[in-house]
């Protein structure tokens, strides 16, 4: 049976593994010396030193440490040699230790208990010994055994520590890797609805528009088409950007927020005929890319929901710069709507009928990322005024 400190178990033991057998040779054979010294003549003698001689091989081996059955040999062995010669004692030291690693405490502790013994009645035959030497012995294994199984104890706790840390660290990766694909998820949601489906919504009003107007005017009809198309390629662009995953097509374009947003204003006027004015209040001044980006967007979808919602006769879009933060304002003068604060998640209130839409949510999800807000104001018949606010410097990490 293998004890759980074996080599296998603790690599580190090796060296410690030697140092033992390396003790027990020199203990061996210091007890033969003395014994050589003091009773060379005795009938015993040969077969002394044949004992030692094969004791030494066989824990030299290391086999007693792997082998019970060897191990059983070398303690009988040792135990015949204090019989005969109670010098040998000596050597228990390292052997009680080779017994604690070779079996588990229920079995090894009765055999410390025998070679205890075994020493004690040994010190007791040496001529001349002092009697109280007699209790030496039990303290030395009572401390050496206690300190040993203390140590056992301690590496077995601090084993099952290190691989609780380990599979805590495995479960914390699965968990970081299961919000990475849900935060991901979420992004990709809002990416795609502020791109391509505004862009196909569009296509979609404005070939809609071309069929109806064909028979009547063929030069609107036209006109419809190929605004649909410019969409198209400004679609395909916005969707190649998206994959790579980088700026809005219209901030790459114009270089600046305040441009890209009042090339956004002109375009829809172009496209859907709804006059949108655009409005700097205050300097521009550094703003992170990713805030850019998400003003932009957040624009794009305010547009597209008066487009297709508001039935409004004009829009503004206003970008101001109050210091700390940049806000943008995105009005118009439809026919409003409801607000409904803390609805349900997905709910977009600006979707007549209260159906379910991305465009508020996508808008606040983009602005939780950034540390930002995002305020609707709107009343059934007056209008709607959609505001974003970013700070300017970026958010601390949330943790």
């Known amino acids: 049976m293998r004890h759980p400190l074996s080599r296998a178990a603790d690599p580190d033991a090796g060296w410690l593994s030697a140092v033992m057998r390396l003790v027990f040779v020199l203990l061996l054979g210091t007890s033969l010396t ?99 030497l007699v209790l030496l012995p039990p303290a030395v294994a009572a401390l050496a055994t206690a300190v040993f199984l203390y140590m056992q104890r301690q590496g077995a706790r601090q084993r099952k520590l290190i691989v609780d840390l380990i599979r805590a660290r495995r479960e914390l990766a699965a968990v970081e890797r299961r919000q990475g694909a849900l935060s991901e998820r ?76 009042a090339a956004l204003a002109e375009r829809e006027a172009a496209e859907s005929g709804l006059p949108v004015r655009f409005q700097l209040d205050g300097s521009p001044v550094p703003m992170p890319a990713a805030a850019q980006s998400a003003l932009l967007r957040i624009a794009q979808g305010a547009l597209a929901n008066v487009r297709e919602h508001a039935r409004a006769h004009r829009a503004s879009i206003t970008l101001s710069y109050l210091g700390d933060q940049a806000v943008l304002d995105v009005a118009d003068d439809g026919r409003g709507f409801t607000p409904s604060p803390g ?18 949510p996508a808008m606040r999800a983009r602005l939780r990322q950034l540390g930002g807000t995002l305020t609707v104001e709107s009343a059934p018949g007056e209008g709607t005024v959609v505001s974003a606010a970013v700070p300017l410097e970026s958010p601390p990490e949330v943790r």
């Open 34 to 132: 003395r014994y050589l010294t003091h009773h060379l003549a005795s009938p015993l003698t040969p077969w002394v030193i044949a004992l030692s001689v094969a004791l030494a091989a066989g824990h030299l081996s290391g086999l007693s440490e792997r082998r019970p059955a060897w191990l059983a040999a070398v303690l009988g062995s040792w135990a015949v040699l204090v019989l005969m010669a109670p010098s040998f004692a000596w050597c228990a030291v390292p052997l009680v230790y080779t017994v604690l690693r070779a079996f588990p405490p229920r079995a090894a502790i009765p055999l410390v208990t025998v070679l205890t013994a075994l020493v004690m009645v040994a010190q007791a035959r040496l001529p001349g010994a002092d009697p109280t």
């Open 186 to 261: 979420e992004r990709l949601s809002v990416e795609i609805h502020d791109t391509l489906a505004q862009g196909l919504s569009s296509q979609q009003m404005l070939l809609q528009a071309a069929d109806l107007a064909w028979e009547q005017d063929a030069a609107a009809a036209r006109g419809h088409v190929r605004t649909a198309a410019a969409i198209t390629a400004r679609n395909l662009a916005e969707a190649r950007r998206f994959v790579h995953d980088l700026a809005p097509a219209d901030l790459a374009e114009q270089g600046t927020l305040e441009a890209a947003l």
């Open 343 to 360: 609805g349900p998640a997905g709910r977009d209130p600006a979707v007549p009928g209260g159906g379910r839409g991305h465009g508020l």
